[in-house]
């Protein structure tokens, strides 16, 4: 067994560990493997072992994989993610390779992937980016934004507003985790319960994903836990 299908065997069953402790149905948690820095060799290699959904950081190195990956594999249906920071002149690229898009912060962007998703590809799903720590330096809409901006996002065309996602400020102790994701679950209830149609709770990686799971994720994103340690080469 190689390195990254061990990795993967271990991460699968410690969500499997972990949702029968939050006393959650099993599968209701869903890992997507974040494959940024790493090549299509390495995605092969999940494929391989059973990964079919994989998260890109980076625009340019995501599409080129994507392709990559694709020309290796032309009969595999994956699933590919969309979880960085998002220019406004770099929508176009995202609309057209991407299956999800956990980044979306403002309206802008929002429109922007409406107009230019193609016509022949399924609704592009679509999470909001929520900043719950409120650090300065970290991308997301306010928690009280976030009604205004879900109710906007659900009426464009050719766009599928499936949840949120968050990135909590980092914190070793499991209360302090599970407590920024408590806010998220919580928030995502109180869109749910004023008629948005959301299923999805993008939060939690490799050193939080057990809180992460026992507040009510339906993605963990997991890199490094299954990939190894990266090299931050990107930009």
């Known amino acids: ?76 249906q994956l699933e590919w993610h969309f979880i960085g920071p998002i220019q406004s002149n770099k929508t176009r690229p995202i609309a057209e390779h991407f299956d999800w898009v956990h980044t979306v912060e403002r309206e802008k962007i929002a429109v922007r992937l409406s107009e230019q998703r193609p016509d022949g590809l399924a609704p592009l799903n679509i999470c ?42 980092p914190t070793d102790e499991e209360s302090g985790q599970r407590a920024a994701f408590r806010r998220m679950r919580e928030l995502f209830d109180s869109l749910r319960a004023e008629g948005l149609e959301l299923d999805t709770l993008s939060m939690g990686m490799s050193a939080d994903m057990r809180a992460a799971i026992l507040e009510g994720a339906t993605i963990v994103r997991v890199g490094s836990a299954i990939f190894g340690a990266r090299s931050y080469n990107k930009g």
């Open 1 to 76: 067994m190689s390195t990254i299908a061990h990795n993967l065997q271990a991460v699968t069953q410690a969500i499997v560990a972990a949702t029968a402790e939050a006393q959650r149905s099993p599968g209701s948690t869903r890992l997507l493997a974040v494959s940024k820095t790493f090549g299509a060799d390495a995605v092969l290699e999940a494929v391989a072992a059973g990964q079919h959904a994989f998260g890109e950081n980076y625009l340019q190195e995501g599409v080129d994989k994507i392709r990559a990956v694709r020309e290796a594999l032309p009969a595999q």
């Open 128 to 169: 909001l980016q929520v900043n719950i720590s409120g650090e300065a330096s970290k991308s997301g809409v306010a928690p009280g934004e976030v009604l205004a901006l879900a109710r906007k996002v659900a009426t464009l065309p050719k766009l599928q507003l499936r949840g949120l996602m968050a990135i909590p400020e």
